[in-house]
């Protein structure tokens, strides 16, 4: 397959085109035509022109005190090559390939926790608990944990209020909400929730 040699889907310098703005001149869709590092739209609604840094709203620095009861840090979202989101958990041979919802957890981490790579444990947050296994990687970093989503088991039920186990599995239970930035934009820290890791001694 192969992009054709002009036309709306030729992939590059669309710019130059006037491909990407409804008045069809050449440059970008902003007020300006060009690459905005100061939005002019921004300014104009009474908001910071420039981008700029804002801690996260639950952190080691913004909430210290849920910092000490949950001490690291969740990053949520980890793909997976065989799934596109939370599809296609029902399909055998993808689910054996990867069978089971992961949590990346860094070597010290793990040891520091008496954790073993391949055991269940629970990723606790103060909104609740699911169920992962552990993968112990070098590629974590030591206080950051990193967990798959979208997960729900299609062999168990799916009746409420099991819902194929999304409550015991599915790590969208343990973000928050509502943290939109004053421009709107932005929502739940996927990248930036805390959290602690127990074993599982069932």
């Not at 599809?87 to 981490?109: A, S």
């Amino acid at each position: 397959w192969e992009y054709p040699p002009e036309g709306p889907s030729k992939p590059y310098y669309r710019y130059e085109r006037g491909l990407l703005r409804q008045d069809r001149q050449p440059g970008f869709n902003t007020p300006t035509g060009k690459v905005e590092l100061w939005a002019k739209r921004y300014e104009e609604w009474g908001l910071d022109p420039l981008p700029y840094y804002e801690e996260p709203a639950e952190s080691p620095v913004t909430t210290p005190e849920i910092y000490r009861e949950y001490p690291l840090i969740l990053t949520t979202g980890r793909r997976s090559p065989v799934f596109f989101h939370s599809e296609h958990r029902m399909i055998p041979w993808l689910r054996e390939i990867d069978p089971d919802p992961i949590v990346e957890i860094h070597p010290q981490t793990a040891k520091d926790l008496d954790i073993v790579n391949g055991e269940w444990v629970y990723i606790e947050s103060k909104r609740g608990k699911v169920k992962f296994k552990a993968k112990v990687t070098p590629t974590a970093l030591p206080q950051v944990v990193s967990a798959a989503h979208g997960w729900w088991l299609p062999e168990t039920d799916g009746r409420e209020p099991n819902l194929f186990s999304t409550w015991q599995h599915n790590i969208n239970n343990l973000t928050s909400m509502g943290n939109q930035a004053r421009s709107g934009f932005g929502g739940t820290d996927y990248r930036a929730s805390l959290c602690r890791i127990t074993k599982i001694k069932d």
